[in-house]
């Protein structure tokens, strides 16, 4: 059986081999120790397409035999580059504290923390916004989708940049900064995040030129192989999102039963009779509309099965009888969580979501710490 080394090993080297900078990207990653670094927007109360997609994630990770430092972090401080309430900014920090918490992530098994409460991660930001210019940023696709849900636009070239802040602008560096900050080696990302990924290995190259040395490893992108969800209202359809003015369009992890029954029920299937369907041959989940292929990815994700074994089950019967068991599977999944959730919350337990937050943040201050004072002598401003 491989030891944990020899099983990064391989991972690194599956993950680099299509990079012309192969050599390059299997020695920075396996001659640092492997550290994971991930972090989710304080939007509150996640949906279903965040759990899937990032914090069931979080949970394996935790849960893994290898050795490995693990850090997530809720980031208030790329949630400033749009406008906020400061009253429900504070309440969705802390439930989105809670909803991590009540998901399964052991504050124990990894350093849980707010991004704003170790201020290394602005002041390497500055540094690293030094070593980037313009042109690159503008070509970052993060500002002009954010703006584009501002201004209700379908077309992102439609986008008024009139708009648009310095902090949005250099979003994509303070993400890199999250990373680089703890050497990571390695972070979970989706599809609408390689870019930025991307960015964090050219300035984390850049700066190693600048120090010469290899401080920073190139981090590695971990896929997570659960499909996307995507909204079960609108037209046309775009992934499950907290910003699309339909309640219903989304799943939340704290929704009632009796809620996720109405929202399944009310989803977006397609006009097509299954009943009439003459061709007796079952289709691939490709095959099918957006919307039903959409309820039959929820179901897979909330029961571990494939869509492949799903499919012949539901096919060629009305859309009420699958809708009302994907609603009774997510509830199933997300039953423990939404009550893990309510019990967190309970006034009662308030001292203990600061006390996870004051642990947290104190573990990630040292590392950050003792991580920023070398690179601030590598680069010249240390303290005299």
């Not at 940049?161 to 979970?188: C, I, K, M, W």
């Not at 039963?257 to 009310?266: A, F, V």
């Not at 920023?372 to 002598?377: D, E, P, T, V, Y």
Request: one cysteine or more.
């Amino acid at each position: 059986m491989l030891q944990p080394r020899a099983r990064l090993r391989g991972l690194t080297q599956r993950l680099c081999l299509s990079s012309s900078t192969t050599r390059r990207c299997l020695s920075s990653v396996v001659d640092h120790p492997r550290v994971v670094f991930s972090g989710i927007q304080p939007t509150g109360v996640p949906h279903l397409g965040n759990y899937f997609g990032a914090l069931s994630q979080w949970v394996e990770m935790q849960n893994s035999p290898e050795p490995q430092t693990l850090l997530y972090s809720v980031v208030g401080l790329h949630a400033l580059t749009m406008p906020q309430d400061a009253k429900k900014l504070r309440e969705d920090r802390l439930n989105t504290l809670a909803s991590i918490l009540a998901v399964g992530v052991d504050p124990k098994k990894a350093v849980l923390f707010f991004q704003e409460d170790v201020p290394h991660h602005a002041e390497l930001a500055w540094l690293l916004n030094c070593m980037v210019n313009i042109g690159r940023l503008k070509r970052m696709t993060t500002w002009k989708s954010k703006l584009q849900i501002q201004q209700n636009l379908d077309v992102d070239t439609e986008v008024d940049e009139s708009g648009l802040n310095l902090g949005l602008f250099t979003y994509p560096v303070l993400q890199a900064a999250d990373v680089l900050l703890y050497r990571t080696t390695h972070v979970p990302v989706g599809e609408d995040q390689r870019q930025h990924l991307e960015l964090a290995r050219e300035l984390a190259q850049k700066v190693n030129r600048v120090m010469k040395t290899d401080f920073f490893p190139l981090p590695m992108a971990v896929t997570n192989p659960a499909k996307r969800i995507l909204a079960l209202r609108g037209s046309p359809p775009k992934k499950m999102s907290k910003s699309a003015p339909d309640e219903r369009s989304r799943i939340m992890i704290t929704d009632s039963s009796e809620y996720i029954q109405h929202k399944i029920k009310t989803a977006v299937t397609d006009s097509v009779d299954p009943e009439a369907i003459a061709d007796e041959s079952v289709p691939n989940l490709a095959d099918l509309s957006p919307g039903v292929a959409n309820l039959y990815t929820i179901m897979s994700c909330c029961t571990g099965e494939d869509t492949s074994d799903i499919i012949p089950r539901y096919y060629r019967q009305r859309y009420g009888r699958l809708k009302a068991d994907v609603a009774e599977a997510i509830n199933a999944k997300i039953a423990p969580i939404r009550a893990e959730f309510e019990r967190l919350k309970r006034p009662e337990n308030a001292g203990y979501l600061t006390q996870v937050a004051a642990e947290g943040r104190e573990r990630a201050s040292e590392i950050a710490e003792k991580n920023l004072s070398q690179i601030k002598a590598l680069l010249g401003i240390q303290r005299i």
